[in-house]
């Protein structure tokens, strides 16, 4: 299918090259380019071509461990902010973006499945302890209440569909129906002031804006067996007012207008996003984390532009702020819409004033992630993971690089991985990177043959989460020239896991006479690579009873050795 596809996109190039203006100049002979010898294919490029095949044997794998014959998850389904319905399908939901760059008709086929699936059964899911789930966690197949990180997780997947299925009417259907919830067009969900141009609370869906506090319920569920009760939101329930991370649901008019051409949702998107710019100016360029419901900043927390829940001082106990979850999204937006570049400046004097406020230690810049009564706080270099502050900071950095090619932009962006290779065209970046994509798949499979998870136990547990056998984000970056959208909200522990490649090492190849999965001995080999390793863990192990262990008294594997039985 990807040769079938290459070919076409040959011809289309030669026929429109004859059709315009490749003929002949008047009173020259034409030219004539004779192509005689084949060329041998680059390494990079067979190791794409490898990627792409296995990333959909990684799809059938996981699928095959993970759902039923509906599409359902083979797990409880749980209402809450540690194993809700946005986890089910949130550590995979790079399959359709898999299948977008080139991968086989088999990964959308069972994305479409497991998505079929995840709205029916979240859909008839039901937790008696919160008013927002008692009667189903989903209605109209879209989440009643919640805040837009976990909304936004789960509808990821179901935006990059639109990349390989945008005629599908389900599709345009579900984009309009969900584009109205937040548009005044469904009676039962009043989720917007279009008077004050506000969305009036954290917490909004399919029945409307949720204008009481939040419970612990509301947060997290029942208290299911063997759990103890959950102290992380008992100061978080003031949900009141807008928040930045309701700029995410612009991604929802956004696709509308992309599929329907319909302005309508263009100018909904401008009016809510213009509002909210006009707002951050107003505040010196700081983006306020919560707007009263009567419009003005830091209503509901007492005047203080950094109030409110996953804000600038977020109230939870896991101190998260989420101030750039929803802003680059909605912004990035506005900025395809219109080609305004003021809407990438919005952002960057964000960034512009936690530079302002940063220190210098031992060399390192530590920006500011918070900010309350004592000004700024929290300094962080990024490179570590700050628990809950501005995570995605360096993403939103290379966003704002990749929009406008600004050179103070790329000044601030570390000079390794991809944007290392953008700058310095390392002829061998490509291959590594690609390579570091089949080793993460084959690391990704060890741990799914590994995981001896039931329906039920542990609690709290998303089943198939960490173990998703599918890498995009060489594929992103390699092919379309882009930061890769996965990255932004992806689940730490999976991301970036391969160090090798950041220390300019490429995947460690088997040793000489390793136990390969099926109990065969496979002798060192020069041509063996992580690919190969991926094929033969997806392939050989993937058969009734078998299990993958570890084997820590035999010889090392490529870093582990692995043992069907």
Same mark, same amino acid.
């Given at each position: ?76 389904? =749980? ?42 059964? $979240? ?37 990059? $569909? ?8 389900? *599709? ?24 004050l141009k506000i969305i009036p609370s954290l917490f909004n869906g399919s029945k409307g804006a949720k204008l009481t506090n939040n419970t612990q319920e509301d947060w997290n569920g029942r208290l299911l ?12 329930? =003031? ?33 809510y996003v213009d509002a909210w710019k006009t707002r951050i100016a107003a505040n010196g360029g700081n983006i306020p984390s919560n707007i009263g419901r009567n419009g003005e900043i830091g209503g509901e ?55 302002? =406020? ?18 700024? *706080? ?12 501005? !995570? ?84 992103? =970056?390699? !092919? ?21 490649l950041r220390s300019g090492q490429a995947p460690r190849r088997a040793g000489r006479g390793c136990r390969r999965p099926g109990g065969e001995n496979y002798p060192r080999r020069p041509h063996a690579d ?36």
């Amino acid at each position: 299918m990807i040769r079938q596809r290459a070919w076409l996109l040959f011809c289309a190039v030669v026929v429109c090259g004859l059709a315009f203006g490749s003929g002949p100049v008047r009173g020259q002979s034409a030219l004539v380019i004779s192509i005689s010898k084949p060329m041998v294919a680059p390494a990079w490029a067979l190791a794409e071509r490898r990627l792409l095949a296995l990333n959909a044997e990684g799809v059938e794998l996981w699928a095959s461990k993970y759902l039923d014959a509906n599409g359902y998850l083979l797990g409880a389904a =749980n209402w809450g902010i540690e194993d809700g319905p946005d986890d089910a399908v949130e550590s995979i939901r790079n399959w359709p973006i898999a299948h977008a760059l080139g991968g086989p008709e088999s990964i959308i086929e069972r994305w479409d499945r497991a998505w079929e699936g995840h709205l029916d059964q $979240y859909t008839n899911a039901k937790d008696p302890s919160t008013e927002l789930a008692k009667d189903g966690m989903y209605y109209k197949e879209f989440p009643t209440a919640y805040d837009w990180e976990h909304i936004g997780e789960g509808l990821g997947p179901f935006y990059w $569909y639109g990349l390989s299925r945008p005629a599908d009417q389900r *599709y345009a259907n579900r984009l309009r129906r969900w584009s109205g919830l937040y548009m005044n067009e469904d009676p039962e969900a009043k989720n917007y002031d279009a008077k004050l141009k506000i969305i009036p609370s954290l917490f909004n869906g399919s029945k409307g804006a949720k204008l009481t506090n939040n419970t612990q319920e509301d947060w997290n569920g029942r208290l299911l067996p063997g759990t103890k009760p959950s102290t992380r939101f008992l100061k978080a329930t =003031n949900i009141l007012g807008d928040h930045p991370l309701n700029l995410a649901a612009t991604n929802l008019a956004f696709h509308a207008y992309l599929v329907t051409q319909d302005v309508k949702y263009k100018t909904w998107l401008l009016e809510y996003v213009d509002a909210w710019k006009t707002r951050i100016a107003a505040n010196g360029g700081n983006i306020p984390s919560n707007i009263g419901r009567n419009g003005e900043i830091g209503g509901e927390w007492g005047g203080k532009w950094y109030g409110g829940v996953f804000g600038w001082s977020s109230a939870d106990e896991g101190v998260r702020n989420y101030v750039l979850r929803g802003p680059p999204e909605a912004f990035g937006n506005a900025l395809l819409l219109t080609g305004d570049q003021g809407y990438t400046q919005v952002l960057r004097k964000q960034v512009d004033n936690l530079y302002a =406020n940063k220190k210098v230690e031992a060399g390192r810049v530590l920006l500011p992630r918070y900010y309350g009564d004592q000004g700024w *706080y929290g300094h962080h270099d990024g490179e570590k993971g700050s628990a809950g502050g501005l !995570t995605n900071l360096r993403e939103v950095e290379t966003d704002i690089y990749l929009w406008a090619l600004q050179p103070g932009d790329l000044e601030r962006l570390p000079k390794r991985e991809w944007i290392g290779y953008l700058t310095s065209g390392d002829a061998a970046y490509p291959l590594a990177a690609l390579q570091q994509g089949l080793s993460e798949i084959q690391r990704a499979a060890v741990r799914l043959h590994a995981d001896t998870s039931t329906s039920d136990f542990p609690p709290h547990h998303t089943r198939g989460s960490g173990v998703n056998p599918v890498a995009t984000e060489a594929l992103v =970056n390699l !092919t379309l020239g882009a930061n890769d959208p996965w990255l932004r909200t992806r689940p730490v522990a999976a991301a970036r896991s391969g160090a090798s490649l950041r220390s300019g090492q490429a995947p460690r190849r088997a040793g000489r006479g390793c136990r390969r999965p099926g109990g065969e001995n496979y002798p060192r080999r020069p041509h063996a690579d992580a690919g190969e390793y991926a094929s033969l863990l997806l392939s050989k192990c993937d058969r009734p009873g078998g299990r993958l262990r570890r084997a820590p008294d035999r010889e090392r594997c490529g870093g582990r050795t692995i043992l069907c039985r």
